[in-house]
């Protein structure tokens, strides 16, 4: 972000960020561990990988390989590595299918109706994915920053707190790509989109490419660029 847009991007996140500070709870003392797990399976072109992430990071890139590669990382907060330990299996990956359809989900504890988010500000679980560049991607993430590259499948993106950044491999495959973003800012190049405020959005439209990707962003960023033009 840069410029006006920046400083109305960060007027408009002060109240809500102030209200969310009043409602989070602070864990003193805490150290940060981490813990990086690998998942393999067979997955074929123009296929789907649907993932159902809740707190971390995503970045998914696009290659030639007709599999899917996984690294996930647990990162937890805890004073020792003892606690840590108890805190990694708490939450758990889940890998199911191959070839034209694969699921990878993250879960959590049962939430309960008195305190449904006590310790998940502890837990999170970063995923680099590989997958096959012409696969089709369905993501949903709670809170977390979104990644892709190299994917000229069909893309679906639902991020409620987090930004999301796509490289488009090439504007001419490109038929259609809408992004919203309820709150936050927005950047393409496009058409020169660069905005910040309440429902700011990138509409495209390419009769002639195959590529369709629709991201929606409930508070946060969008970022669209092409690699070839």
Avoid at 45 to 68: C, H, N, Q
Avoid at 166 to 193: C, K, M, T
Avoid at 207 to 219: A, C, L, P
Wanted: glycine share 8%; hydrophobic share 40%; proline share 3%.
């Amino acid at each position: 972000m840069k410029g006006q847009g920046k400083f109305l991007f960060l007027a408009l996140l002060l109240c809500p960020l102030c209200v969310l500070l009043l409602l989070v709870p602070v864990s003193l003392h805490a150290d940060e561990f981490n813990k990086t797990l690998h998942y393999s399976v067979r997955m074929f072109s123009f296929g789907t990988l649907v993932i159902d992430a809740r707190v971390g990071d995503l970045w998914v890139e696009g290659w030639e390989e007709p599999r899917l590669e996984i690294k996930a990382e647990k990162v937890v907060q805890a004073k020792d590595a003892q606690k840590a330990q108890a805190l990694y299996d708490r939450v758990q990956v889940a890998l199911e299918g191959k070839d034209k359809r694969v699921s990878l989900r993250t879960l959590y504890p049962p939430r309960r109706l008195w305190r449904p988010f006590r310790g998940e500000s502890k837990l999170s679980v970063n995923f680099r994915i590989h997958m096959p560049y012409d696969a089709n991607l369905v993501l949903k993430c709670v809170d977390g920053d979104v990644r892709t590259s190299g994917l000229v499948g069909k893309q679906d993106i639902h991020v409620n707190y987090g930004d999301v950044e796509i490289n488009v491999p090439s504007i001419y495959r490109l038929r259609s790509l809408n992004a919203r973003s309820f709150l936050g800012y927005v950047q393409s190049d496009l058409h020169g989109e660069d905005s910040a405020g309440f429902g700011r959005k990138i509409v495209f439209w390419n009769s002639d490419g195959d590529q369709d990707i629709s991201v929606r962003v409930r508070m946060g960023g969008v970022y669209v660029y092409s690699s070839v033009y």
